[in-house]
């Protein structure tokens, strides 16, 4: 099995200990947070070509989003 990549690690992170934990936010805003991660993770396999279990943190900038967006 392989490791995790550091996307999936700050994504984890970020809904689990940052947004519950640290902001406590509702159960309903992280999911829609959630959500919303699932939505860019499907655009960058469908629209960009990218295979979502190698994608690291560097493939995400300002272009990808903007394009997501």
């Known amino acids: ?21 640290q902001r406590d936010l509702s159960p309903n805003t992280i999911k829609a947070y959630r959500d919303v991660f699932v939505l860019l993770l499907r655009f960058c396999r469908d629209e960009k070509g990218h295979v979502i279990e190698r994608l690291e943190l560097q493939h995400i900038d300002a272009k990808l989003i903007g394009d997501f967006l």
């Open 1 to 21: 099995m392989k490791p995790p990549t550091t996307l999936s690690v700050h994504v984890s992170r970020f809904l689990s200990h940052y947004l519950s934990g």
